[in-house]
């Protein structure tokens, strides 16, 4: 079972004010849940298990847009410089898909994938993603025929509308709350939150489409 950092139910998170959070989302959000610091340290260990695990192999990283790219982008930093300073090495190349699922707050219980014409160019590849919404993705890759497939999710909540899927690599299992900043959304807003934060319902009215 993959290792990861469990935030708690009745954790509290920290008080806004304490971080560095913009201006304009100072009134649309509870509490910092997860600090920035503390995710570049998790995905800087979740980088040094995949090179140890896939070392040898060619990896196509597939980044699940648009909430996974800031992840995504750190993670293969990460990586790169794995691959500069050690003996052991992951031969890399990246690609890129859309996945939607959500409108305001709630899943449409329907998932749009944009970019699927260019899954077949992935056959008979070892294929690492980051995202959320995993088990339709799945289910096309599975058809391109890959070698291999390690999912790497940087968040897995705890909800009762769970599928049970669990992702290879974990960075933070969460409470299920809704979350935003570090490239999640809500309708396209707090991506340039650096920190993970729960959003208020004030904001869910705000910014509802």
Known sequence: MASFLQIADDEKGHELDLFCVPKHYENDLE?????????MDRTERLARDIVRD????HIVALCVLKGGYKFFADLLDYITALNQNSDKSVPLTVDFIRVKSYCNDQSTNRVKVIGGDELSKLSGKDIVETGRTMETLLSLL???KPKMVKVVSLLVKR?????GYRPDYIGFEVPDAFLVGYALDYNEYFRDLSHICILNDRAKEKYKV
């Open 159 to 163: 909800t009762p509308r769970s599928s």
């Open 142 to 144: 599975s058809d391109c």
């Open 31 to 39: 509490r910092v849940i997860i600090p920035h610091g503390l995710i």
């Open 54 to 57: 896939m070392g040898g192999h």
